[in-house]
């Protein structure tokens, strides 16, 4: 069992799930790989399938209770069903060009993201919530509004799996345009770079949650754009515009550095503000940490 367990764990190495060609396989495997991890230090206790259940309530029957959720947690549960669970999740994906880069020894910010979706849909149907996908990159490419159903998550797999990401970014423009025209409030998940003029995209954000939508973003960026360690003369060439501008990195990495730091915690500085769950998801971190972060959001709603 233990190997077994080993076994699942790695698939929530980006290094390793990258390899694999199925995007269905991968957010399958993903999901297995965290839901192992769960139940051992420091998830011990917490498990995904308590997001199929609540809390047991007066008036509720006992013929209801599931005792053997009881019997690990020694808590009071019952078991919803497909009609009890309401919970409608809509996953924003940045497809523009920014998210093609990548360093060498990581996979691009876009495979990850794309990937990252793919298991949250996944994770969400398995626990018969509704889930829905935009593709955006300075417009709309791709909507699929949530649904609960088996055969709409191949339908949105499949969508995820024919994308490249291309064009230029209009986070802010998109996560608007987006913002009105959600009817049914629900919880956003946005998964960007958030490479776009700053107070726009903070403003954007805060529409989401002015519609009375909670709202989780994952910010996912390549190590270099961090660190900035390139340690040689190099000419940086922006992905979108093909503009390039030739430097020594470590003349101004201390600058950049200063201001990349200052960028992030004014992003989640806002968001903290705004009652947004803001992540900060490097592409070399394994998917867990990101799917962790739904489902403690999720437990808190239901």
């Keep these: 069992m233990e190997q077994i367990n080993s076994d699942y764990r ?78 409608r999740s809509y996953i924003l994906l940045d497809s523009s060009g920014s998210m093609n880069y990548k360093s060498e020894g990581n996979i691009t910010k876009f495979e990850y993201a794309s990937t990252l979706a793919a298991a949250l849909s996944y994770l969400m149907i398995k626990q ?49 345009s987006i913002a009105e025209k959600i009817k049914r409030r629900g919880l956003v998940i946005i998964i960007s770079d958030l490479f776009d003029e700053v107070k726009n995209v903070l403003s954007a954000l805060k529409h989401f949650r002015y519609m009375k939508n909670e709202v989780i973003v994952f910010q996912i960026l390549d190590p270099l754009e961090r660190s900035f360690s390139f340690g040689r003369d190099a000419i940086f060439r922006d992905i979108e515009t093909q503009d390039e501008l030739t430097t020594q990195p470590f003349q101004i990495q201390k600058a950049y550095r200063e201001a990349f730091n200052s960028y992030i915690s004014e992003i989640k500085s806002a968001c903290l503000n705004s009652n947004i769950e803001y992540n900060l998801i490097e592409t070399s971190v394994p998917f867990d940490k990101a799917l962790f972060s739904y489902i403690q959001k999720r437990s808190k709603l239901y």
């Design 10 to 87: 790695k698939y929530l190495l980006p290094s390793v799930i990258s390899k694999i060609n199925s995007i269905e396989l991968k957010a399958r495997l993903i999901v297995e790989g965290f839901k192992v991890g769960l139940h051992k230090s420091p998830y011990h206790g917490f498990s995904v399938e308590f997001s199929e259940h609540r809390p047991y309530l007066q008036g509720d029957s006992i013929r209801d209770i599931d005792w053997k959720v009881f019997g690990k947690t020694e808590k009071y549960f019952i078991k919803q069903y497909e009609e009890d669970t309401n919970l």
């Design 128 to 176: 018969q919530d509704a889930a829905g996908l935009t593709l955006y990159s300075d417009r709309i490419i791709k909507n699929y509004p949530p649904k609960a159903s088996k055969a709409y998550l191949t339908r949105i797999l499949q969508g995820l799996a024919g994308v490249e990401p291309a064009e230029r970014t209009k986070t802010a423009e998109c996560l608007n």
